[in-house]
Structures are given as structure tokens and as C-alpha cells.
């Protein structure tokens, strides 16, 4: 017999291994998430995904799933946090989604529609960041990078490359590739790879696609994340 | 910025990598020493690096920017970071280190022309009893005055090497107030390992459960539980039982000795002068455990006691207490290996301090699963404190019914404090569970206490009102830190200076954390500079919350604790610094022309708004 656990009061069932967020994709629950990918190993860092369980906060895409688990997700609390959250990732990078090729097709921009923001809150950080072209194909423009580590992953765990990578600490955060240089382009990253498409945001963009689908075609000006990501649909 | 010319890399480079082997979790060890020979990473010695170690470059420059005291860009032939703790500060340390940058023709945070210094400020370095303090090319430098400062400045200019400057610069007290049963007795050394193998393992852990020891680190975990955890954890890898329960040889000893929280020193003083008891308690934690390899993670700012702790790890092996089959107890293996930080108080927190060991970035782990299952390489592992080592020494020694007869009946045993800040006697003061904060300002000769920041920045702050609470894990738990301050002080700049030191030590894995604790930081900072509303303490209180419900570890969740506390207890001085009006901006319309008037050199009625 399957094991159950309660998101909302209601009954999910779910198998051994799976996690809170697994369980809940499974069973049509959204739950919203940046850095999470079902593809991937789950990650846990943008904190989006954080429900309440017996009382405690934890992050659904790494916590196991337990029978008997009472976790409580769509709440005015939480989702009041998860747009504190949303807006502190548009302020600390620089989000100008009205120039912005993936404006309409983004997980962050469609985040924050899903969750009500209609203002950044706080002040914005205006990092100086850096844009990468020197790949052929590929645009890396860090001005947008969130963090997720999703090209990290992909990179190792699909592409077998190590593209990408994390350094620095804390705001200092910055992700690099892997070239004495210090560019895309002297890296081995092919059009082809699975790094260059799980980007939630516009940091890596395929070039020479810009505006293919104008404004106003695109995904989120139609469907909801919620939809989209509940259809199966992560990139 | 224009890199110096190359030095032969190879000839550098040849040995370090020798020494340490071609293992990756020596990855942090190999980039300590090459920054130490080169003054920073050079890009080729990444690729050489990686190479030899057989991990990506991104992994070797990931690992290389995420400590503070590695660095991809040259720093100066003489690196001074001076201890910014509260306590350095209100011992003068911003005047001092603007002192020997006039002095030295240097700004903070540059390089001078010639390379040959650098100066800025770093986390609290431990030793706020003898500040303030400053590290010198990751050396010690305490009792700073304008004296030394002078000297120190000379030095540097006939580019003395650091080795051949006057060893008092570098003197470095224990500054032992208090003793009771933890460090009022010399350790023999075998004296509780030979209690141990006598009694056996499981009634060692008997008596460490009889004891009711708990993590000295400030969480309180019961130690005992921890070890037995540790012990009955089952490791698998790809599908096939790795480890038994309590079987050897794939499980860990960690001595946690990254004691980073700012005013805890005590560990400094445990190792430097009681260490044999620190390694007596791991050793004999191993045998419960049944591991064979310990290690003892040493902060980078207490770098000068790795010598003497090797000697003492060396004499140790010679008396038959680390090696093979200790004490002539056949199978009973165990090692001691000491690995050094870099500077990251993150890598405090266990299962960063794991990551770290491991040669990685020190962000802390996704749990569960537990280090006490998956720890060090993915095994059983059990970390503890140093002070929580050699309080199972003593156990051993004199059994768990002795321990659990002093303290508490929830806080057993005596606690190690670090006293500092407005005191007369700042060191270590040994105390059983259950003192009163107003006995401990008694002993120390506090001068008109008015406020206490107990466990540091992640801890509490106990106003004069508060001092009857007690130190214990049901009162007023604690890391050990006690840092003291008298009425006169302005508690604002406290908070402040505690803000700036979590948005520098956040590791940046997770959202609220990386975002949030530059929030606070800027707010405090908006408020200092005069530009504060009352509308600014609603919202650290609402970052508060955020960073609280929502970090994914002790230091996002802990890092408004100093700006709650303060608004909670002592909201006068907040309000003192508000603007009376109910919004402000933070973007400061003047203070932006500045750089124009810096360029045009004006600074005229008219270049003013």
C-alpha cells in the first residue's frame, strides 16, 4: 500500500525516496520553485519551495517525504514570504525585464506574476556585473543569474563538462566557467548542451533567437507557471 | 589590474603539491599554502592545480574565492587584517588602522603602489582579551597601540621578513581567570583512554549518557546521543553496505576548532593549553564510535598553534595514544589530522565544516541525512566541540555520575567563557552551569555593565534588567562568548557592527540569507548615516522574520538576532537615530554629486544641493 502524507489538508499519496516536492508534482500541487528541476538533483537554495511541516519550515524539493506528514504550502505566511523572497532576487541582480529577451518565457518574472508582486520592495542593489559574449552561440549575461545552479548541474550531471561553476561568498557570489580565461567561449560548451537550456532566467540566452516570438506569444503571457510547470514543462 | 610577473610557478608549486598528495580534499590545504608562497592564486597555478588534483578548474577557483583569505588578485608582501569585532573597535581599532595606512601610504582595502602592503579589516580574530588584534600575513599581532604601530611600520618598510620581527608583537596570553574541574587539573596524558579500553565501549557510552553531556558549541545536542547514532549508522554507497553497525574502519572523529563566532576564544586556549585533553576525548570518542581517523579542523585565524599541536599529535603517536592498536589494545586504531581553515565562520556550522574538510566550498548541507550517518565522505561522523572532547575526557576519567552532579540537572558539567569588552580582567573564566551573568560582570570586574551579548552576534543580548538569568541551556545557552558592555556605549553601533559581520560571512548558498543580511547591513547603515525612519525598524523586523523562517542554516536564521534584540530591549537607541519623519529615502541626492565634486575639485555652496 502507498504512503500519504497532506499537503493542505489534502491527501497525497507518494513512494519511498520521493520528496515532499516530488510528491506534490506528482499529484497536479504546485508549489513554487526556482532552483528546483525534477530533472536534476534537487538543490534547495532559492527557498521559494519552503512549506511548513508539523510546525517547522523546511525546503520541499530536499526534505523526504514521511507518512503521516502535515505540510501546509498555499498560506497567506508563506506565500507572503516567497514574494519577499521573489523580490529580493530582483533586487540584488539587474532584472529589466522590458529589455530582456526572455521576458515572457522567464520563471522568475512568471514567479513574481504568480505570486502578486506588483513592486521590487526593497532597494535595488545595482550590482556591477559581467556580460559574457564570447561564445559563438551561447549569451552569458550574469546581470540576471540567480543562483540556481541549474547549468552547474546539468553541466556536470548531464553534459558531463563542469562548464559552470560558483565562486566568491555571499552578495560577492558570482558564477564562472571553466577557462583560464575566464570565458564562455574558451570553454567546451556546444549549443547542444543541456546546460544552455535549464536557465530559469535570461542569464544564458541561445543567440541570434531574439525576439522569434514577439512579446505577447509567449508562454507566460498565456499560462500561469503554475500550469506550466504542473504540465511538466521546467525549461 | 596588471599582474605582477608570473614567479616560477613550478618551482613553487612542486613541492606543495608533493607534500599534499594528490587527494582533492587536500584542495583547501594545497590553496592556503600557494597563497602563502605567491600572496594570492595565480590563474596558472589553478590549472596546475586541478590538473594535479583531477578536478575541474571552475572546482579550484570556486574553492579559491570563497575564503577570505585566498585571493586571485595579489595582495600586498605584507597582508594586515585587523580584527573588526566590537571589541577591537571600542579598543580603538578603526583610529589604529587609519593610523598605519597614513603612516604606510595605503588605503584600506588596496594594495600600495608597490605591492608591499595591504590592509583591511577581517572577522574577529579571537583574541578580544588582548585587543586589539591584527593578523599579519595570517600571523597574530595583539596589545595593538600607536606604539606598535610605529614599530610594525618600520618593519615593513626595511621589508624585515615576518618570521624576524619581534616575537613580543606576537605574544599571545591564555588569560585564565577561572578554573574549575575542566582546567583546574593537568591532563596526564592516556589517564582517559586507559579508563576507556578498561571499561570498554559501551559502557563508556554508558557513562557519557550518564553524564548528560551536551555540545558545547551552543546547541546543546546530547552528546552521547550523537556518538551513538554515530556508532549504529549503517553507510551504503552504489548499493552495497559499506559500514556495519559499529563496525571499522569508515567512520569520522571531528574536532570542530573553527570557533569563528565573534568574541569566543576559548578554544584558542583549550588547544593551546589543554589539548592533550581535546585529543584524549576524540580519541577515546573514536574508540565508542569505532573510527580510525579523527580531525581536527583548526580556524585559519589560529594557524600559529598548528605547530605545537603537531608536536604534541607527534608525541602522542610515540606514547602509543594515536596510531595502531593504542595503548597495546589490539585493533584499536586511530589518527589525528589537523586541517586548516581559510577564513570563513560558516565553516563553523557542521556539515560546512565537513564540506570544507573535504576541500570544498564551505556551504552548509542539505539535511537530512545527518553527518552523524553521512558525514565526512558520505560516512558516519561525529563532530563535535573542542570543549565538548575534553569535557568526555574528564567523564572518563571520573565517570558520568561525577559530571551530572555539577551544573544543572538540564546543564550538567562547567562552561567555558570568554569574557571581554568593558571589563577589567577579559580571559577565560570557568564556571559551573547555572551562573548568573550578574556573578560572572562580579568576577570580571565589570565596569557599570549595562548590557551583556551572550554566545555573540547569533546569541543573545541580556540588558541590565536581565542580569539574574543564568548561563544554561534552559536559560541563557552559549558558544561561550561574553562580551560585555558598559552604560556609556552606544549599543546602535553593536548592532551595526554585528549586521556587517553576517552580510560578510554569509556563504551565499541560499536566498534570504545572501539578500537578506545585505538588507539588514544597508538599513543599519541608512540609519546610521542619519537617513533612518521608523518605517526602517518595521522592516528589520520583517527581515527578521524572513531570515529566521526561512535560512537554510544557524547563521541566516541567527543574523537578525542582534537587530530584534536591540529594537526589543533597548529601543531608545534606534529611536535616537530616526529622522522624525515617517518616510526618508535611502538614495542620498547630495551624497551622490560627491564624485563629481571629487572630480571637479569644487566643493562650493553651488556644488551642494
New interface residues.
Given amino acids: 500500500m502507498s504512503k500519504t502524507l497532506t499537503i493542505d489538508g489534502r491527501s497525497i499519496p507518494f513512494k519511498d525516496g520521493q520528496t515532499i516536492m516530488d510528491a506534490a508534482l506528482a499529484a497536479d500541487v504546485y508549489i513554487p520553485h526556482l532552483c528546483h528541476n525534477p530533472e536534476f538533483k ?1 538543490h ?5 519551495c ?1 512549506v511548513k511541516v508539523n510546525g517547522r ?1 523546511v ?1 520541499s524539493c ?1 526534505m ?1 517525504a514521511v507518512e503521516g506528514q502535515q505540510v501546509l504550502s498555499d498560506t497567506l505566511e508563506l506565500n507572503d ?1 516567497r514574494l ?2 521573489t523580490q ?2 530582483f ?2 541582480g539587474n532584472h529589466i525585464c522590458p529589455s530582456c529577451e526572455k521576458s515572457g518565457n522567464c520563471q522568475l518574472q512568471a514567479v513574481a506574476y504568480y505570486l502578486g508582486m506588483m513592486s521590487p520592495n ?2 535595488h ?1 545595482y550590482p556591477q556585473r559581467e556580460v559574457d559574449a564570447s561564445h559563438p552561440d551561447i549569451l552569458l549575461d550574469r546581470n540576471r543569474c ?2 540556481c545552479e541549474l547549468c552547474v548541474r546539468a553541466s556536470r550531471d548531464v553534459d558531463g563538462k ?13 558564477l ?5 580565461s575566464g570565458l564562455l567561449g574558451d570553454t567546451n560548451l556546444a549549443a547542444t548542451d543541456k546546460a544552455t537550456r535549464v536557465c530559469p532566467t535570461g542569464a544564458l540566452l541561445k543567440k541570434r533567437q531574439g525576439f522569434t516570438v514577439p512579446i505577447g506569444q509567449r508562454i507566460f503571457d498565456h499560462h500561469t507557471i503554475k500550469d506550466v510547470q504542473l504540465g511538466g514543462e521546467h525549461e | 589590474m596588471q599582474q605582477p610577473e608570473s614567479p616560477d610557478l613550478s618551482r613553487i608549486l612542486t613541492p606543495i603539491l608533493a607534500r599534499h598528495g594528490s587527494d582533492s580534499t587536500q584542495l583547501l590545504q594545497v590553496l592556503r599554502d600557494v597563497q602563502d608562497a605567491c600572496h594570492y592564486i595565480p590563474a596558472d597555478a589553478i590549472d596546475q592545480i586541478a590538473a594535479h588534483l583531477g578536478v575541474p578548474r571552475v572546482t579550484v577557483e570556486g574553492v579559491a574565492g570563497f575564503y577570505s583569505f585566498l585571493s586571485t588578485q595579489p595582495v600586498g608582501q605584507y597582508r594586515l587584517l585587523f580584527s573588526d569585532n566590537i571589541t577591537d573597535q571600542m579598543l580603538g581599532k578603526d583610529e589604529l588602522l587609519q593610523y598605519l595606512c597614513n603612516k604606510l601610504w595605503v588605503e584600506q582595502g588596496r594594495v600600495s603602489e608597490d605591492g608591499l602592503v595591504s590592509m583591511d579589516n577581517t572577522s574577529c580574530t579571537g583574541m578580544c582579551d588582548q585587543g586589539p588584534a591584527a593578523l599579519i600575513n595570517g600571523w597574530p599581532l595583539t596589545n595593538l597601540d600607536h606604539n606598535r604601530l610605529d614599530l610594525i611600520a618600520e618593519l615593513i618598510r626595511s621589508q624585515k621578513p615576518v618570521a624576524e620581527w619581534p616575537p613580543m608583537l606576537f605574544e599571545v596570553a591564555d588569560n585564565i581567570r577561572r578554573t574549575d574541574t575542566l582546567l583546574g587539573e593537568p591532563c596526564v596524558p592516556g589517564t582517559a583512554i586507559k579508563q576507556t579500553l578498561a571499561r570498554g565501549a559501551r559502557e563508556t557510552l554508558a557513562e557519557m549518557d550518564k553524564s548528560n553531556l551536551r555540545g558545547r558549541g551552543g546547541a546543546g545536542f546530547k552528546t552521547a546521543s550523537k556518538w551513538s547514532f554515530c556508532h549504529a549508522a549503517i553507510a551504503e554507497e552504489e548499493g552495497s553496505v559499506i559500514c556495519d553497525i559499529g563496525g571499522r574502519p569508515e567512520r569520522f572523529i571531528v574536532c570542530n576548532a573553527d570557533e569563528g563566532e565573534p568574541g569566543t576564544f576559548k578554544d584558542r586556549v583549550l588547544l593551546n593549553s589543554y589539548a592533550d585533553l581535546v585529543f584524549e576525548g576524540m580519541t577515546l570518542g573514536a574508540h565508542v564510535v569505532g573510527a580510525s581517523k579523527g580531525f581536527l579542523y583548526l580556524r585559519g585565524e589560529y594557524r600559529y598553534l598548528l605547530k605545537k599541536l603537531e608536536g604534541v599529535l607527534k608525541r602522542r603517536r610515540e606514547a602509543g595514544l594515536l596510531g595502531n592498536d593504542i595503548l597495546g589494545h589490539a585493533g584499536f586504531s586511530f589518527d589525528i589530522e589537523i586541517h586548516l581553515g581559510a577564513g570563513a565562520y560558516i565553516c563553523g556550522e557542521e556539515s560546512a565544516l565537513i564540506e570544507s574538510l573535504e576541500g570544498k566550498q564551505g556551504r552548509p548541507r542539505n539535511r537530512p541525512p545527518f553527518p552523524v550517518t553521512h558525514g565526512y565522505k558520505g560516512r558516519p561522523t561525529v563532530v563535535d566541540n573542542a570543549e565538548t572532547f575534553a569535557c568526555s575526557a574528564r567523564i572518563a576519567e571520573k565517570g558520568g555520575a561525577w559530571f551530572a552532579a555539577m551544573g544543572t540537572p538540564q546543564s550538567t558539567g562547567t562552561k567555558l567563557l570568554s569574557v571581554s569588552g568593558d571589563v577589567a580582567r577579559p580571559g577565560i573564566y570557568e564556571y559551573p552551569f547555572g551562573v548568573t551573568v550578574r556573578q560572572i560582570l562580579d568576577d570580571c570586574g565589570a565596569e557599570e555593565p549595562f548590557a551583556v551579548q551572550i554566545s555573540g552576534p547569533s546569541g543573545t543580548m541580556v540588558s541590565w534588567k536581565e542580569f539574574d538569568r543564568k548561563i544554561a541551556f534552559e536559560d541563557l545557552p552559549t558558544a561561550g562568548a561574553f562580551m560585555v558592555f558598559k552604560r556609556k556605549r552606544d549599543l546602535f553601533l553593536t548592532a551595526r557592527n554585528f549586521a556587517h559581520f553576517f552580510a560578510h560571512e554569509s556563504c551565499g548558498f541560499c536566498t534570504p540569507c545572501r539578500v537578506g543580511t545585505q538588507l539588514q547591513k544597508k538599513i543599519m547603515d541608512k540609519i546610521y548615516g542619519g537617513h533612518g525612519t521608523i518605517c526602517d525598524m518595521e522592516e528589520l523586523k520583517r527581515l527578521g522574520h524572513i531570515l529566521k523562517s526561512m535560512s537554510h542554516c544557524g547563521l541566516g536564521s541567527s543574523a537578525a538576532n542582534p537587530m530584534l534584540d536591540a529594537m526589543e530591549k533597548f529601543p531608545d537607541v534606534f529611536e535616537r537615530k530616526l529622522k522624525a519623519l515617517a518616510f526618508e529615502p535611502a538614495f542620498d541626492l547630495d551624497g551622490a554629486l560627491e564624485t563629481a565634486r571629487k572630480i571637479t575639485g569644487r566643493d562650493d555652496e553651488w556644488a551642494h544641493l
Fill in positions: 534537487p534547495g537554495s532559492c527557498k521559494l519552503t519550515n525546503a530536499t523526504p514570504e519577499s523572497l529580493m532576487l533586487v540584488e526593497y532597494n542593489f540567480i543562483y563542469h562548464v559552470f561553476g560558483l565562486s566568491g561568498r555571499g552578495i560577492e557570489t558570482t564562472i566557467v571553466n577557462s583560464a
